[in-house]
């Protein structure tokens, strides 16, 4: 089992910048993929970005160029930066760790992106 915990969402105007983290306790962090998907106000959960335990990272075409995913397997926790924000980037952004057929999730953080 992975316990999952986001924090430091929130509001922020259009072009600033934010930093999700998402802390995780209970099993071998290293070993998981990490990933951030994100879910608008009716629309589907979507994929954003991942970072495999050797530190290869894929984005969505989306946030690519603005949106960069990190982890530090001693502080076990995975990091989303996100720059140049705008308001279609407002969404509960969720944490997943994933490991073969395990899937775990976080409780999701509010980010609004509006002036």
């Known amino acids: 089992q992975v316990q999952l915990v986001e924090s430091g969402g929130g509001l922020v105007q259009p072009g600033g910048s934010l930093r999700l983290s998402c802390a995780a306790s209970g099993s071998i962090f290293s070993i998981y993929t990490m990933a951030w998907y994100r879910q608008a106000p009716g629309k589907q959960r979507e994929l954003v970005a991942t970072?495999?335990?050797?530190?290869?990272?894929n984005y969505a075409d989306s946030v690519k160029g603005r949106f960069t995913i990190s982890r530090d397997n001693a502080k076990n926790t995975v990091y989303l930066q996100m720059n140049s924000l705008k308001p279609e980037d407002t969404a509960v952004y969720y944490c997943?760790?994933?490991?073969?057929?395990?899937?775990?999730w976080g409780q999701g953080s509010q980010v609004t992106v509006s002036s």
């Open positions: 970072i495999t335990r050797g530190g290869s990272a």
């Open positions: 997943n760790a994933r490991l073969g057929t395990q899937n775990f």
